[in-house]
């Protein structure tokens, strides 16, 4: 798996520039600042039959209740230092936000979404164990991981399942993928070429040939296990 970063990560690897608007050839100004520190936000939703998994994506977000809220945090390595070991329930959509630090205490996670040109470069992952998605099941019951980000930075719409990123992004391990430890890395990779964000699929969130099929560099790769269980089991196996 690719390290979080090419190490002496970004104080080496990147300047310090914190500029963001595009070049007289309208050409994407990638972030340049480095990332201290990063965080996944898992928040459990909630609602009638109108929130579900479908296919390769979700209905009903939009009208869904937010509960409890948990954090893994991730040092500048990407390795988790808090919170690394997450317990979801299997039959729960949780979204997920991404938050980043850079050196100077600034929160950038948005600057890889400030707007289409730039965005257009980066795409978010789930990388790591074998789930099986939920489109290879006949009752809904698989993984899915659906980037969706609805606007960029300058306020302009994100528009339809190519142009998301995955800063803000829903998930759902699904019964079928219940049970066990597993080991997983959410990357955000940056393509080589600007083309590729329109060939990335939904299903492609956990293919582990993504290096090969979408080429570029794994800015993020933040590391943590997933522990799948209905909360009921997960507080027996704790009293045992």
Known sequence: MTQFIKKPLFPVLFAVLLAFS??????????????????????????????????????????ATEGESVSVEFDAEGNAISGGHLHLDPEVIYKIELQAWDYQGNRVEEDFINDKATADQYKAFLIGSDFILNPDTDDESGAIFQPRDM?????????????????????????????????????????????????????????????????????????????????????HDHDH
């Open 151 to 235: 606007e960029y930075g300058d306020g302009s719409p994100v528009d339809g399942k190519y142009e998301v990123t995955g800063i803000l992004s829903y998930f759902i391990v699904g019964e079928s993928n219940e049970g066990g430890s597993r080991a997983v890395s959410y990357v955000l990779r940056k393509f080589d070429d600007l083309a590729t964000k329109a060939n990335v699929e939904r299903i492609d969130w956990n293919a582990d040939d993504y290096e090969e099929r979408f080429a570029g560099e794994d800015v993020l790769n933040l590391k943590f296990e997933i522990h799948a269980a209905h909360e009921e089991e997960d507080d």
């Open 22 to 63: 595009c070049t007289e050839d309208d050409e994407p100004v990638i972030p340049q600042e480095g990332i201290e520190k990063a965080h996944l936000v898992f928040t459990a939703l909630s609602g009638d039959d109108h929130l579900s998994a479908h296919g390769d994506h979700f209905h009903g977000i939009d009208g």
